[in-house]
């Protein structure tokens, strides 16, 4: 099958399936299609076991591309942007050091507690996993990439729940920017892994880390103030130029950031924070006005909502291949690390929570609410996927372990937030 043909496949998967949960299941967008994936990989299974030619040509779309590269180096940089667009950035700014600190200390705090907790499980015979050859270095990687939270589906569920504006910001700034630090922190773990513990300083790692990071946020900055003076030159009426210039700014950033080894990531949420701002006019009955017209925002509505109905139809066809290694002590395993996860992210928000109320003010259960309300997705599988196959059996159990996460906090989590918040 060619790309085109991919495309196309995919696109009518995405349609029906929107379709479907608009029309007969009614849940929030990401519950349904993440349903409707499963379902997809349940049926192409069932459909293999009578027509095994069907199976085979299933599991060879996903070798058509690499999914890891075309989620973090594709679709993520889109994503992110229509995320970051559409956050309040005033109230953000204003609340840009509790954010910083909640996404920071969460990340590091989940991927020690996370990463140790396996670590210490893959050690136990009881378990049956002691033979899998897990190094301390491969669980920490494990705590990194399922640490960030999906900022896509959390910010499509903070919308619905009616929550203070405050909260809402913060719960939104908080998962936008906790990829970005995930993402660095599982860079640095990898080169760890891939040159060898005793070939690593502290030096070279912070270095590494700093670089990605402080070089993300300044290539951001930088492009995003050039774009929204552009934007201010360009002026609303003509939008369909500004469309073209965010869609080129959005590929252009990742290609700058790769060559410097900057994180693409950090880099794509800055520039759209930069972008998503009001600007002064020339005419006083207009006074301010935001720097894109509001047809940019529907394009990048639109973008993001297909690009969410793709990735999760990608995700089901990257699940069928896990069933043939899925061994039933994993199910056991896979409850252990969900509770584990859950509650590093639950004490890895509430520590910080509690120290800023000292000088800040929170709503009753906003640490319980962020906790619940951080959902997995597609980073952590990509992240999953672009791990070494040098770690065996061992990459396999990571990758059953990071689906059973994505399918609980998207399930569980995603359809009982209402009721928590309520």
Not at 148 to 177: C, W
Request: glycine share 8%; proline share 3%; hydrophobic share 55%.
């Amino acid at each position: 099958m060619e790309v085109l043909e991919l495309t196309t496949l995919l696109l009518i998967l995405a349609s029906l399936f929107s379709l479907i949960n608009l029309r007969l299941l009614k849940l929030p967008t990401t519950i349904g299609l993440m349903i409707l994936a499963i379902f997809l990989s349940i049926s192409v299974l069932a459909i293999g076991l009578v027509f095994p030619d069907f199976l085979s040509f299933a599991t060879s779309l996903t070798k058509k591309f690499d999914f890891s590269e075309l989620l973090v180096n594709v679709m993520l940089p889109f994503l992110l942007f229509a995320g970051a667009i559409s956050v309040d950035v005033h109230e953000l700014l204003k609340d840009r050091v509790t954010i910083l600190f909640l996404a920071s200390f969460g990340v590091l705090f989940s991927t020690v507690v996370v990463g140790s907790g396996v670590y210490w499980i893959s050690q136990q015979p009881f378990f049956g996993i002691d033979l899998l050859g897990l190094t301390y270095v491969d669980c920490l990687l494990f705590g990194a990439l399922i640490a960030p939270t999906d900022p896509i589906a959390v910010l499509a569920m903070v919308k619905k729940m009616n929550l203070p504006s405050i909260t809402e910001t913060r719960i939104a700034g908080e998962s936008l920017f906790n990829d970005g630090i995930g993402v660095v922190v599982f860079l640095s773990l990898l080169s760890v892994k891939l040159e060898g513990v005793e070939n690593v300083t502290a030096a070279s790692v912070g270095s590494l880390f700093l670089t990605e990071v402080v070089g993300g946020v300044v290539l951001g900055a930088v492009m995003g103030y050039l774009g929204l003076q552009l934007l201010k030159y360009i002026e609303n009426e003509y939008t369909e130029i500004e469309v073209l210039v965010t869609l080129s700014m959005v590929l252009l950033l990742p290609i700058i950031a790769h060559y410097f080894h900057f994180s693409a990531v950090l880099g794509v949420v800055v520039m759209g924070l930069f972008l998503n701002q009001n600007i002064d006019t020339d005419k006083e009955e207009d006074g301010v006005q935001k720097a894109m017209g509001d047809y940019v925002y529907k394009f990048w509505h639109l973008l993001d909502e297909t690009l969410n109905a793709i990735l999760f139809i990608l995700i089901g066809l990257e699940i069928i291949p896990l069933f043939a290694d899925f061994k039933a002590n994993y199910l056991f395993i896979a409850l252990l690390i969900i509770v584990l996860v859950v509650g590093a992210r639950w004490v890895g928000v509430t520590l910080p929570i509690s120290i800023l109320s000292i000088k800040k003010q929170f709503d009753k259960g906003t640490a319980l609410i962020i906790t619940w309300g951080g959902l997995r997705g597609g980073l952590s599988i990509a992240l999953a996927l672009n791990l070494p196959d040098s770690m065996g059996d061992g990459k396999g159990l990571v990758l059953i372990l990071t689906y059973a996460v994505v399918l609980f906090t998207i399930l569980v989590q995603g359809l009982t937030l209402k009721k928590i918040v309520r």
